[in-house]
């Protein structure tokens, strides 16, 4: 049985950090694109990272460029989301997802993802 469990957020103020973090179970995220996607309120979810294995690049929204980082710690089967400078507009509940073999051109595409978290909320106070 796959799960996805994220986990680290919580409410910071406007211009705090927060490390996201989402450890996979039953199965090796080293094999799997990842991605993180977030949805506000009254908004649809929305890409804002993802990463087809190791080594490979990295993409994300341009709303997080700069700001965001991505990694991998394929020993703890986890994955990390750095967010740095955070404005009000960045909060919402963030989720990860997982997909083996997903098509380049397909990565910031929710629908491709089939394995997802169960989100975690991520709270910016201005």
């Known amino acids: 049985q796959v799960q996805l469990v994220e986990s680290g957020g919580g409410v910071v103020q406007t211009g705090g950090s927060l490390r996201l973090s989402c450890a996979a179970s039953?199965?090796?995220?080293?094999?799997?694109?990842v991605a993180w996607f977030r949805q506000a309120p009254g908004k649809e979810r929305e890409f804002v990272v993802a990463?087809?294995?190791?080594?490979?690049?990295?993409y994300y929204a341009d709303s997080v460029k700069g700001r965001f980082t991505f990694s991998r710690d394929n020993a703890k089967n986890t994955v990390y989301l750095q967010m740095n400078s955070l404005q009000p507009e960045d909060s919402a509940v963030y989720y990860c997802?997982?997909?083996?073999?997903?098509?380049?051109?397909?990565?910031?595409?929710?629908?491709?993802?089939?394995?997802w978290g169960q989100g975690t909320q991520v709270t910016i106070s201005s």
């Open positions: 997802a997982a997909k083996r073999g997903i098509i380049l051109s397909s990565i910031r595409n929710q629908l491709q993802y089939d394995y």
């Open positions: 039953g199965l090796t995220f080293s094999a799997y694109a």
């Open positions: 990463n087809r294995r190791s080594g490979d690049p990295i």
